[in-house]
């Protein structure tokens, strides 16, 4: 996993294997979008390619970080060819928007669109 500031506000996320996502691989850039929160309204746009499956741990971990984090944390778009990763973004999404947590979550095939929207938040 790798990630980096794009422009002011917006991270892009690289995800390129399963064990790229699980919580213990992420408190890196966790720190990285709290210190982006406590400057303004961040956008993150996670880049998930190869051969990746979604374990149900890492939907915990973020809705837990969408939580504490939103609003400042406005928007997540998720980049993937794959349709799996695409529905468990939009099952994420209902979730956020169940719990009444103030951001967008949006799935899309490409990182070009998936950047676009995201800017959306600045």
Request: hydrophobic share 50%; aromatic share 6%.
């Amino acid at each position: 996993m790798s990630f980096e500031l794009i422009e002011l506000g917006i991270m892009l996320v690289h995800y390129r294997s399963t064990d790229d996502m699980l919580p213990h691989a992420q408190t890196a850039l966790i720190a990285a979008i709290e210190q982006s929160c406590r400057r303004g309204t961040t956008a993150l746009v996670f880049d998930v390619t190869g051969a990746v499956s979604v374990p149900l741990t890492v939907p915990q971990l973020w809705l837990e970080v969408t939580q504490r984090l939103a609003p400042a944390l406005a928007r997540i778009a998720i980049a993937s060819p794959s349709v799996l990763v695409r529905v468990a973004a939009e099952g994420f999404a209902v979730s956020n928007t169940l719990r009444r947590v103030p951001m967008s979550v949006k799935s899309f095939k490409s990182i070009d669109e998936a950047t676009v929207w995201a800017r959306g938040a600045q």
